[in-house]
C-alpha cells in the first residue's frame, strides 16, 4: 500500500478511536489507578475521598463529582451536612506522540547543470504530538447531624449539594434523592 493511501486511513482510525474517549462517568473506582471516586473511612465521621477523570473530564467536573460524592456519603451515613477540612487538586500532563508512515532512508545523485553537482540524503516520517491533561480531586471531609452553621463557608449541606449538582452528575450509579 502506498503511503499516500496509508496516511489518510491511519489518520481516520486515529480519529475514530479518538471519538469513542468520553469523560469519566460518576462511579465508583474498581482499583487504585482506575477512573472514579474512592474513599476511606479515618475515623468516626471523617473519610478521605477523592475522584480521578480523564483527558476529557475537566478540572471542575473532577471537583463537582467530589462534592457530590460527599454530599451523598453524608446522606447515606445519616448526616445533613459535611466540611471540608482539606482539599486539592491535582493535574497530570501526559505526551503522547505517533509516528505515521514508514521512516526511510534516502540517497540519490543529481545531474550535471551549469550549477554545479546535485546531491543529498534525509530520512522522512511523520510525528503528531498531543498533550492530555488528567484532573484528580482529594478532600477530607466530616460529617455533621443537624443544621449546617451559617458563618462556615467550608460547610455544605448534603441535600442542597444532590439537588444543586445531580442534573449535571452522568453516571450509571445515580440514586433519586429528590424522593427521600
Known amino acids: 500500500m502506498k503511503l ?6 491511519l489518520l481516520v482510525a486515529v480519529t475514530s478511536l479518538a471519538a469513542c474517549v468520553s469523560a469519566t462517568p460518576y462511579r465508583q473506582a474498581q482499583h487504585q489507578n ?3 471516586y474512592q474513599e ?3 475515623e468516626q465521621d471523617r473519610y478521605r475521598l477523592s475522584f480521578a477523570g480523564n483527558a476529557e473530564t475537566s478540572r471542575q467536573t473532577v471537583e463537582n463529582y467530589l462534592l457530590y460524592r460527599a454530599a451523598e456519603l453524608t446522606v447515606q451515613e445519616g448526616k445533613d451536612y459535611f466540611i471540608v477540612t482539606k482539599s486539592d487538586t491535582e493535574r497530570t500532563t501526559e505526551q503522547q506522540s505517533t509516528v505515521v508512515g514508514d521512516s526511510r532512508f534516502h540517497f540519490g545523485f543529481g545531474h550535471h547543470s551549469r550549477y554545479g553537482h546535485h546531491h543529498g540524503f534525509g530520512l522522512g516520517f511523520n510525528v503528531f504530538s498531543t498533550s492530555y491533561d488528567d484532573y484528580e480531586a482529594f478532600g477530607v471531609i466530616v460529617l455533621k447531624s443537624g443544621k449546617k452553621p451559617a458563618d462556615n463557608l467550608d460547610a455544605y449541606d448534603a441535600r442542597q449539594v444532590l439537588e444543586h449538582l445531580g442534573n449535571s452528575i452522568v453516571g450509571t450509579e445515580l440514586k433519586d434523592y429528590a424522593s427521600e
Do not use: E, R, S, V
Open 4 to 9: 499516500a493511501i496509508k496516511i489518510p486511513l
Open 40 to 42: 476511606q473511612k479515618i
Open 34 to 36: 482506575d477512573y472514579g
